[in-house]
């Protein structure tokens, strides 16, 4: 019998999501979106997908005999420091990561498995660059996005459902009709093929935690698979520092010009371990060089 999966939002993840469980007779699938993206919709459709449009708090209905949920929907475009933020914009990331969250976990049968994808900006307040964050690390959010993913987790761990808590690093790579600008190694290659120039702040020593989106797809579909359950993993291959990824970038581009600003970086960053993932088998198959390799290619003018 197939199992039935909710997918939330048809975004970056949701919707390479789709196209990879798709393939798998195993799943009958299910996506919804509060947006309406005709194209990826249209895709839906024709590979035997359910869209509906509708936001987090207008699920019941849909959760009524799902044996799945992967929840990959929130705002994403969300202030990066305490001056970008205001008290509205704050309210919004706190009422759609909370409360919305919060919706599936009161409707969820008791043995529905929620996959939930958190992120490393729970760690946003770590002073100490250079140390392997281990899962069961203190968190030490600062700003409205990270504090949501941090009460998401407890009300995760706390409630009754089985659960996979996936903290995210920055996740890159060419998505076929989606794509996040805000992540640097996509920003990065952009900016590489149409020969504009990269500005870097300060040194540009700060640290990047880095997975592929292929990657953070395939290790979704690997954990439902051989179904782990109950666990928190940090989904990071690799660690770059912001002037690495330029470096790479002008590795495929010479022209590529890379200016300094005098800008004060943000976060120095920090690294996460991934040693958990690996004990679980799981086998990497993207690296930053050659992703970035790909979008220049894909973007350059011919």
């Known amino acids: 019998m197939k199992k039935n999966i909710l997918i939330t939002g048809l975004g970056y993840i949701g919707f390479s999501l789709c196209k990879l469980l798709s393939r798998d007779n195993k799943y009958k699938i299910t996506v919804i979106d509060n947006q309406f993206y005709p194209s990826r919709v249209k895709w839906c459709f024709e590979n035997g997908i359910s869209f509906f449009h509708r936001d987090l708090f207008n699920l019941k ?23 970008q933020s205001s008290p509205e914009i704050d309210n919004q990331i706190y009422k759609v990561g909370i409360e ?14 929620l996959v939930h994808l958190s992120t490393h900006v729970v760690y946003e307040g770590m002073q100490e660059s250079f140390l392997k964050i281990e899962e069961s690390k203190s968190q030490c959010p600062i700003l409205a996005y990270g504090c949501s993913k941090f009460q998401n987790e407890i009300d995760i761990v706390n409630g009754n459902n089985e659960y996979l808590i996936l903290r995210l690093g920055s ?132």
């Open 61 to 83: 209905d849909l959760l009524e005999h799902v044996d799945i949920v992967i929840h990959t929907a929130g705002i994403t475009s969300v202030p990066q420091t305490k001056e």
């Open 171 to 302: 996740v890159y790579g060419y998505g076929e009709d989606a794509t996040r600008w805000k992540i640097l190694p996509n920003l990065f290659s952009k900016m590489s093929a149409l020969n504009e120039t990269i500005k870097v702040f300060s040194s540009g020593e700060n640290i990047k935690p880095l997975i592929g989106l292929k990657d953070v797809c395939h290790i979704i579909k690997y954990l439902i698979q051989f179904d782990f359950r109950n666990e928190i993993y940090h989904l990071v291959n690799e660690h770059k520092t912001v002037i690495e990824i330029a470096q790479i970038c002008k590795k495929y581009n010479k022209n590529l010009r890379i200016e300094h600003t005098s800008d004060t970086i943000i976060n120095n960053g920090y690294v996460l371990n991934n040693d958990k993932l690996l004990k679980t088998g799981y086998k990497f198959q993207q690296n930053i060089k050659t992703e970035i390799s790909r979008m220049i290619k894909y973007w350059s003018n011919k």
């Open 100 to 113: 919305g969250t919060r919706v599936i976990l009161n409707n969820i049968r008791n043995n529905c498995l």
